[in-house]
């Protein structure tokens, strides 16, 4: 029988006090650091082992530096590691710090043991500590220019996963005897993917397995004298005999091109993107053929970001944390009017629905903020949030230009850069770098740009959805609504920027109109172009979807007051967006077999061009966590989500198909007509 795959939710760490004071684990049965003090063993065996308090720093110089470790613990390397950055006036721009734990301790617990010296960071640390659940939990810090991504599950799973180009790597697990699994071969050899050659790693332990192991990764080994007693520690080199194939490292943005890019569209994804990268410094220009920001599938007052879950933790309930964990961290200062984080109620749309959740019930484990079972259903981490207020918040920024009635025709490449043009075949603009927001429209330029053989080689199809708004005043029976609601269809309550732009819009047409400040937005239908609903039918429509929640009708003078709305999304055959850079289809397309061999990451690329698009009807709930995966993408630094997610995202998967699949077809015929002729 196959084994069942762990959870999300994980074992915090059992800490407990050793006779002498000294923080321990009961689990390993080891102390978190020598006793002689985790700040001295910090500094001489793991930043000093890596070279980071030489002078000049191994970091002098650089743009950005990267440092992976094997078991956070405490944090303690972590905080000195920092410390030593914002000593140094050589440092680089952005520290980037990659760290594995199973057991993540507590907050408290953390600040509790860490050092005086360090304390204002760990405090800064501990306010956005994550919940214990598998996955990598990116955390800004020092006005992100410090980027620690803690990656939380079983080290052998999720090294594997990881993508990223570290410096120095610090082996920090606790000792061989007591957790060898920290040391396993394989573990060395997947840490050492990871690393860039020549990239500093140290260690506490000297053990002759773990030398031997980091040996026959690539390492060159030595011993040095020890510390706190200890009569030796450990550093070696990353310095491989062979030749990488598989595993390609991330590359930074080249020095000598510009950090500019365009951007075509600017609905959510367009204006997530524009955030991103103008958050990394990059001059942004934002192209969009409507006359405003947010139009098509961001064209409702509002929506609901919610997380879904799932009784086996699948793709897209993994994308749902770390989208909505990606959205917090996006939001602007002024986010109390753009969104109201609520958990959001989910009770089932029907008699499927019903039985899934209750498989929830017993296979679903997550910490309460973020899922947990009551009576009417399934209470989730959710926030509302307004639209066009967000789109243009992400897009207020000194770096970003944005040009709406400017449609995008042709893109175009000289060997350097990428000109836009428009349908008058003039030029619009000209960058580096290129990302397609445009929803529907982004197949059509593709084709239109001789960039694919036609639009079904990144297919979207268009779901038209009607919502309306109204007062809360005209429905008694959802007045009180007291969060979010979702079955069969959505109940909604406006936060601030939208319900005072639809008043100012109310106000504006009609003068004697009752000033209200709480309106509900309620939905939504699903049609095909082909069949559109007029308004009327829409609101009949999404008016009886809400049968489960309230079968009392609203006030009949509502219909004076109600606003309708139409926003089309664009939604791929798997329902997962694309994400990433698109495929060079010339190579592949002249020998399909051998390309049909290949996996994901051994496609050839068209360079400097991007899409983020076909997010369907979970805009905003992975527009923010799409563009910072882009944006990491572009800037050669860690990946914020795993490797197998990014693969579902990567828009040359639908390319991949199709070639595998014409390859079986012409293998197939071929085997036919063998078969006949016998």
């Not at 390993?28 to 001489?44: E, F, K, V, W």
């Not at 779901?463 to 009180?480: I, N």
């Amino acid at each position: 029988m196959k084994p069942t795959a762990p959870g999300p939710l994980l074992a915090e760490a059992d800490l407990s006090v050793d006779p002498l004071g000294h923080p321990a684990s009961a689990l390993y049965g080891d102390i978190y650091a020598s006793r002689a003090g985790a700040l001295g063993q910090a500094r001489a065996v793991y930043l000093g082992g890596c070279g980071l308090l030489d002078s000049p720093a191994r970091w002098a110089g650089c743009a950005q530096f990267t440092v992976l470790e094997t078991g956070f613990g405490l944090g303690v390397n972590f905080l000195a590691t920092w410390a030593a950055w914002r000593a140094d006036p050589q440092r680089p721009a952005r520290l980037h710090y990659v760290s594995l734990e199973l057991h993540p301790v507590r907050p408290a617990d953390l600040l509790h043991h860490t050092p005086p010296e360090l304390q204002a960071l760990a405090a800064e640390l501990a306010a956005q500590w994550p919940l214990p659940v598998r996955g990598l939990h990116p955390i800004a810090l020092d006005g992100g220019r410090v980027q620690l991504l803690l990656a939380l599950g079983d080290a052998t799973e999720l090294a594997p996963k990881l993508r990223l180009a570290a410096d120095a790597l610090y082996l920090d697990g606790f000792a061989p005897a007591r957790n060898p699994q920290m040391w396993a071969p394989a573990l060395l050899r997947a840490l050492a993917r990871l690393l860039k050659p020549g990239a500093a790693a140290a260690s506490y332990t000297v053990a002759h397995a773990v030398q031997n192991g980091l040996r026959d990764a690539g390492f060159s080994v030595t011993l040095q004298p020890g510390w706190g007693g200890k009569r030796q520690r450990l550093q070696a080199r990353f310095e491989p005999l062979w030749k990488r194939t598989r595993h390609t490292l991330p590359a930074p943005w080249p020095a000598t091109q510009p950090r500019h890019a365009v951007i075509v569209g600017a609905g959510l994804a367009g204006a997530a993107c524009a955030h991103a990268l103008a958050q990394r410094g990059w001059t942004v220009e934002v192209l969009d053929a409507a006359p405003r920001v947010a139009s098509g599938g961001s064209a409702m007052p509002a929506g609901l970001a919610h997380l879904q879950p799932s009784a086996d933790d699948n793709l897209l309930a993994r994308l749902t944390r770390a989208g909505m964990a990606a959205l917090r961290r996006a939001l602007p200062p002024e986010r109390d009017e753009l969104a109201h984080f609520t958990p959001a109620l989910l009770t089932p749309a029907d008699a499927l629905d019903a039985q899934r959740m209750r498989d929830w019930r017993d296979r679903v484990h997550l910490p309460p903020a973020l899922a947990q079972h009551i009576e009417q259903g399934w209470l989730v981490d959710s926030a509302v949030l307004a639209n066009a207020a967000l789109c243009a918040a992400w897009l207020d920024s000194p770096h970003i230009s944005l040009r709406c009635h400017t449609a995008a025709a042709r893109l175009q490449h000289d060997g350097t850069a990428w000109t836009v043009f428009g349908p008058d075949k003039q030029p619009l603009a000209r960058a580096p770098q290129i990302i397609l927001a445009n929803a529907l429209q982004t197949p059509d330029l593709l084709a239109a740009s001789g960039l694919l053989p036609g639009p079904d080689w990144l297919p979207l199809h268009p779901l038209r959805g009607q919502a309306q708004a109204l007062p809360a005043r005209f429905w008694p029976a959802l007045q009180q609504l007291p969060q979010p609601w979702m079955g069969s269809g959505y109940v909604l309550r406006l936060p601030t920027a939208a319900a005072r732009r639809l008043q100012a819009e109310a106000e504006a047409n009609d003068t004697n109109t009752k000033t209200d400040t709480d309106w509900l937005l309620i939905g939504a239908t699903f049609e095909t172009e082909a069949r559109p609903l007029t308004p009327e039918q829409a609101w009949t429509h999404n008016r009886a979807s809400l049968a489960a929640l309230t079968t009392e009708p609203p006030l009949p003078e509502h219909a004076a007051a109600l606003r309708h709305f139409v926003g089309t999304r664009a939604a791929s055959a798997d329902r997962l967006p694309y994400c990433g850079s698109l495929p060079d289809l010339t190579p592949l397309l002249a020998d399909p077999q051998r390309a049909a061999g290949k996996q994901l990451h051994e496609l050839p690329r068209l360079p400097g061009l991007a899409v983020c698009a076909g997010l369907g009807s979970r805009g905003l709930t992975l527009a923010a966590l799409l563009a910072d995966t882009l944006a990491a993408a572009l800037e050669g630094t860690p990946l914020p989500i795993e490797t197998d997610l990014a693969d579902a995202l990567d828009p040359a998967r639908v390319a991949l198909r199709r070639l595998r699949h014409g390859v079986r077809q012409t293998v197939t015929t071929r085997l036919d007509s063998r078969l006949a002729d016998l």
